[in-house]
């Protein structure tokens, strides 16, 4: 059998290694506490999953969905927009709903890049965004993001005939996995070199809505002109703990927007629609839970921060996202420290290089623990006391 060398370029996967240490842990009976991944433990509110419920009874759900979505759905993401950024998008020209924006983000280089072009990927970054290009036949040119940067690409930096040569720029702000924000300012000079040399945003946006201490993070498109040039990417995931239901969103310019919906209708069919019936539930439906999720999520942080720096570490306290990123002493990768961490405490935390060359030297949590889990994690740690 000879499998294409796109499934043979890519990378090992992140977490075999550990994967291996928490199945031998589990194995021998041990409790493993998971800082791992940014998937909410809190269910999907009630009122959402009623929706479901009743769109299971209704025999047109059950039939194949229409690529493009229920035009219902386009209006609750359109409204969603208005109501949060106000910025107005046409329900069926601006806005596309997704199988989960992950699936829009790795299927959205087709759109842009041919063998040879060049994206503009940061590093460290969500690895979608390499791979994704990568499978279009594209080089990703990293872009260097640093604790000294803020962990924001310097567009200056970036060399005259690489912008050139560029098709896309992938932006993400709220950051995975750095926890970074971007404000106003940061988009426009965004904008302003897209414009210039021809690039199309990609501006990745899932961690708008989960935000602590009153922050409330911006959508490109509060941007003048970045309709021009830039599309968005957004999830019911992480807003109404959705992640299991697949479903996600894009917005922005229509070029590309229909480019994407292009692409899409030749390789799914679309969302189920009962899960759509929940997503337009979402929007129209009772907001409290993200202030409940952000009440929860922010008092875990707080617990985690506090714990990381008492065993050494340094850590900036994020004001969104769902991670927290710590510096780990110098000389110690962060491989090897996830890899003690788990084997003399059961603790899982993701080692930073897994999303870059910038990610050395640094570790993330994800704050979707439950709370009793992340003082036990944070107990274990604070014991065992750093490397
Ligand atoms: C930066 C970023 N983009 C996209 C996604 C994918 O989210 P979804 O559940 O909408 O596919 C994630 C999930 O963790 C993420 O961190």
Redesign the pocket.
Known sequence: MKLAKRVESLPPYLFAEISKKIAAKRAAGIDVVTFAI?DPDIPTPPHILAELHRAADVPANHRYPESEGLPELNQAISDFYQRRFEVRFEPMKETLALI????G?GHVALCFIDPGDIALVPDPG?P?YEIGTMFAGGTSYRLDCTRETGWLPNFDAIPADVAEKAKVLWL?YPN?PTGATADIGFFQRAVAFAKKYDVAILH?N?YCDTAYDGYQPPSIFEVDGARDVAIE?N?F?KMYNM?GW?I?MAVGNRTMIDALMRVKSNIDSGIPQAIQRMAIEAVNGPQDCIAENNAIYQRRRDRMVAGLRKIGLEVDTPKASLYVWAKLPAGVTSADFAAKVIEDTAVVVTPGRGYGLNGEGYIRLSVTTPDDRVEEGMRRLEAWGGM
């Open positions: 940014g989960g924006s992950k699936e983000i969500y979608v993400n995975n990745d899932p990417f999830s995931s992640t697949r996600g």
